[in-house]
């Protein structure tokens, strides 16, 4: 089974959130299982490309409306990853520092087409295309519609959305530049006035999932516009929960950790990193950790967190870390709250990887007040170290956590506000004097297995019933 996933992210080489994991794990672990699964993702000025040698698999012209454009399909020359990945360079468009820029239009048009016109020539085409978000949302209409790719159209394509928050939508003007198809079915690349990437691929992929089965449900009722498009559709919809990559997130051989540690070992291992990351940033390793890793952005409740950690704190029996980057003001409340603090808080704007697996191995908790989430992935890293997460129900959390009232192992609240936060840090707080408690639910969170594996096998029995 030769399976292309297309994407614009992909672990370890350009991330920017879950959907990078997502694309590093899936294909590997399905190779595991006697899958040939490879990734197409732009080519992309980062450390990763920087540091690795590429070789040319492949050169040509791609036609952007009224441009012609030169790209490359290059392939990494040492074998770093468990499976193939192809790279389209197009230098002046893709070649960029960041994943994402001011010209995304035309950067994923010249990608999706690029991707697509390589395909054409293979002698050994996919037997599934798996496209990812709205960034590789045209493809299925491509594949399906255009008239140059019409040796592909028997070939299924999937799309997972990753988030329906974003749906890449762009202006009518743009037509001209996807490959001709019969102009009476533009009708499958529009919704509410607009060229909708996402929308387009809800429509014409032959299987669409989700991250998470609570999220498929969600997205019925709460999809930023599309969700009646995705009640309608719901007959080829089906959510598969992600998996995490647990040989990257492990306790007990991560790299980037002060010390690693297993389930035998983990009062150890989780006291050693949290007294680093309290040296590091001056709190009291004393008190309960309370962490946040995540992008500021609404749909991660964060504009919430400067005054409800502000509350929270003032009782000055805890401390709390933050490590994020996204909206300028909450950015700034969250730096301001430093001084106000100090000693019992701190916080990282910015981005980084490694900080970010020693919170996970040093916290004691983690907040995830969510607006929205697909899947997370969060919570489940926080397992595997044994912090115990705090989230709201929504998404994919809800479909992963269960609170200690009912018998579980996390703490869950219902609402998007600050008084929910705070009511969550002071039950975390509670929790975490129960040392006895405390400790053996750290040893059970370990355990759960949220593995690659079941997720793996249930994308291969959904392609197979395609046919
Ligand atoms: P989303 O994709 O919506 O951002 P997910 O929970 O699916 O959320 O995935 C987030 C991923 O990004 C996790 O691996 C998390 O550790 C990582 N991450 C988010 N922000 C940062 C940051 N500032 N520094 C390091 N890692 C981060």
């Known amino acids: ?79 770093v990853l468990e499976f193939d990945v192809f790279f389209v360079h197009v230098k002046d468009l893709l070649y960029t520092e960041s994943v994402y820029t001011d010209n995304d239009t035309n950067r994923f048009l010249a990608f999706q087409i690029a991707a697509l016109d390589w395909i054409l020539t293979l002698k050994k085409k996919p037997d599934y295309i798996h496209c990812h978000d709205h960034h590789t949302g045209l493809i299925p209409f491509m594949a399906q519609e255009s008239y140059k790719y019409e040796s592909l159209n028997k070939i299924p394509v999937i799309t997972t959305i990753h988030n329906a928050q974003y749906q890449g939508w762009m202006s009518y003007d743009n037509l001209y530049k996807i490959p001709e198809f019969n102009i009476e079915n533009v009708g499958l690349l529009m919704w509410d006035g607009m060229i909708n990437p996402l929308a387009a691929a809800i429509k014409c992929a032959w299987r669409v999932t989700t991250v998470s089965p609570s999220y498929m449900e969600e997205l019925k ?101 933050v490590l ?71 998404g994919g959390l809800k479909d992963t956590v269960v609170d200690i009232g009912d018998h579980g192992f996390g703490i869950c609240h219902n609402e998007v506000s600050e008084q929910d936060i705070v009511v969550a840090i002071n039950r975390g707080k509670e929790f975490y004097t129960q040392q006895k408690e405390f400790k053996a639910n750290r040893k059970h969170i370990m355990s759960i297995d949220h593995s690659w594996e079941v997720s793996t096998k249930a994308y291969i029995n959904l392609y197979n019933s395609i046919n």
């Open 324 to 394: 994020g980057s996204g909206a300028k003001e909450t950015e700034k409340e969250l730096f301001d709250l430093i001084l106000k603090h100090k000693g019992n808080y701190n916080a990282f704007i910015g981005y980084d990887e490694k900080l970010s697996h020693i919170i996970y191995a040093g916290a004691d908790f983690l907040l995830m007040p969510s607006r929205v989430e697909p899947c997370g992935l969060n919570q489940m890293y926080s397992l595997r170290y044994g912090t115990v997460p705090i989230v709201r129900r929504i």
């Open 221 to 321: 009722y709460s999809a930023n516009g599309l969700e009646s498009l995705l009640s309608h559709e719901s007959s080829k919809a089906v959510g598969i929960l992600n998996g995490i990559d647990s040989a990257v997130w492990n306790p007990e051989t991560d790299k980037f950790i002060i010390k690693n540690y297993k389930k035998t070992t983990v009062e150890s291992g989780k006291k050693a990193n949290k007294e680093w990351l309290c040296s590091q940033f001056n709190l009291d390793k004393s008190k309960p950790l309370f962490a946040f890793i995540g992008r500021l952005v609404g749909e991660k409740g964060a504009e919430l967190l400067p005054h409800a950690l502000d509350y929270a704190l003032r009782s000055k029996d805890i401390a709390v870390i």
């Open 1 to 79: 089974m030769k399976i292309i996933h297309i994407s614009a992210e992909c672990y370890p080489i350009a991330k920017v959130g879950g959907l990078a994991d997502v694309v590093g794990a899936l294909p590997k672990y399905q190779n595991e299982i006697g899958a040939n699964s490879a990734v197409i993702m732009p080519f992309y000025n980062t450390k990763f490309t920087q540091s690795h040698k590429f070789t040319l698999v492949y050169q040509a012209n791609l036609i952007l409306g009224n441009q012609e454009l030169n790209f490359d399909i290059l392939k990494i020359e040492d074998a």
